[in-house]
Nanobody
Framework: QVQLVESGGGLVQPGGSLRLSCAASGSIRSIATMSWYSQTPGKQRVWVASISSSGATNYADSVNGRFTISRDNGKNMVHLQMNSLKPEETAVYYC???????????????WGQGTQVTVSS
């Protein structure tokens, strides 16, 4: 069994910063890509950023240059540093990891429960 737990969400003023974290635990053999997504009510989940097992990063155009994704392989964690936040980025942010466990020979996607980010004055 694998669990992902996010933290770091909250209320921030426009132009402010937040750092989200997501920690995976359980019977983990290895973790490949780690990603962040955002979702607003009534809309589909939208990809924000990803980081590969080798550390290569990719960002949605809307956040490139303002958000930074990083990972700590020793702690099975991924972080998202969000700077210069905008009101339209108010959403629930979810982490996703591609994880292979000790119980199965293949990898699967695992999601966190989400953390609310509200950008408002």
């Amino acid at each position: 069994q694998v669990q992902l737990v996010e933290s770091g969400g909250g209320l921030v003023q426009p132009g402010g910063s937040l750092r989200l974290s997501c920690a995976a635990s359980g019977s983990i053999r290895s973790i490949a890509t780690m990603s962040w997504y955002s979702q607003t009510p009534g809309k589909q989940r939208v990809w924000v950023a990803s980081i590969s097992s080798s550390g290569a990063t990719n960002y949605a155009d809307s956040v490139n240059g303002r958000f930074t994704i990083s990972r700590d392989n020793g702690k099975n964690m991924v972080h998202l540093q969000m700077n210069s936040l905008k009101p339209e980025e108010t959403a629930v942010y979810y982490c996703k990891m591609v994880i292979s466990t000790t119980a199965a020979p293949y990898s699967s996607d695992y999601w966190g429960q989400g953390t609310q980010v509200t950008v408002s004055s």
